[in-house]
């Protein structure tokens, strides 16, 4: 099933522009393969279409242009004297074709750049315009398109792991922090202490959904025996 999904990527035009309801081209392969319509990718066309068809073994489809309309080869390009530097247009770029920063001037590079569009509706500023470039340049970006896609994906995951685990970490030496001054209270029972701390530890991971109910209740019990 993977080498059919190559098969049906290897075939979509690879603008990853999120037209066919899935945000790039692979993921749109994966979502044809486990039943979704094949005939979502506008911009492809009717030749991509055909080629699918093929590839699935499956009944001939008209392409639905409620997913459209179709993409020219085209790059985008920032008017400079109008940015703001807000950074949207970064965000929403599917393989991290913009450069720039918060409150600084952005700009596009051109050999990465499929021209999906995706970048221009959040421009506050209306600062980004369309340039047709000839076809080879745009088969030259999206052939590589998929590899920018799926590294600003890697990145995008792992900075939603680092959130994650600073937040973990802070509840952990916030909750060390009182076991510390629980246990250098010598008048109180420590074994009791020291239980109802663990309970604390198994009750902040519920509230992080690292455990449902069921889970916590029954580890609860077995701290008491």
């Known amino acids: 099933m993977s080498d059919l999904i190559?098969?049906?990527n290897s075939e979509l035009p690879q603008y990853q522009c999120g037209r066919c309801d899935t945000p790039g081209c692979k993921p749109y392969a994966e979502?044809?393969?486990n039943g979704a319509p094949?005939?979502?990718?506008?911009?492809g066309g009717q030749d991509t279409l055909d080629k699918i068809t093929l590839l699935m073994k499956s009944e001939s489809l008209a392409l639905d242009h409620d997913?459209?309309?179709?993409?020219?080869?085209?790059?985008?390009?920032?008017?400079?004297?109008?940015?703001i530097g807000c950074a949207k247009c970064i965000d929403a770029c599917p393989v991290d074709a913009?450069?720039?920063a918060a409150n600084l001037m952005h700009d596009v590079i051109d050999d990465l750049c499929t021209g999906c569009e995706l970048c221009i509706?959040?421009?506050?500023?209306d600062c980004i315009e369309?340039?047709?470039?000839?076809?080879?340049?745009?088969l030259v970006a999206r052939s590589q398109s998929e590899k920018f896609f799926n590294l600003k994906n890697e990145l995008k995951n792992r900075k939603i792991k680092k959130s994650k685990f600073n937040k973990n970490l802070k509840q952990n030496i916030?909750?060390?922090g009182v076991i510390n001054v629980q246990l250098k209270n010598r008048g109180q029972d420590q074994g009791k202490a020291l239980f109802n701390l663990q309970v604390q530890m198994l009750k902040a991971q519920k509230k992080d959904k690292s455990l449902d109910e069921t889970d916590l209740n029954s580890l609860i019990e077995d701290l008491k025996t």
């Open 98 to 100: 913009i450069t720039g």
């Open 67 to 83: 997913y459209g309309p179709k993409l020219n080869t085209q790059v985008a390009h920032i008017i400079e004297e109008d940015c």
């Open 174 to 176: 916030d909750l060390a």
């Open 6 to 8: 190559e098969l049906i």
């Open 121 to 125: 509706e959040p421009c506050p500023v």
């Open 130 to 138: 369309l340039v047709d470039v000839k076809n080879q340049q745009s």
């Open 38 to 43: 094949h005939n979502r990718c506008v911009p």
């Open 31 to 33: 979502s044809i393969i």
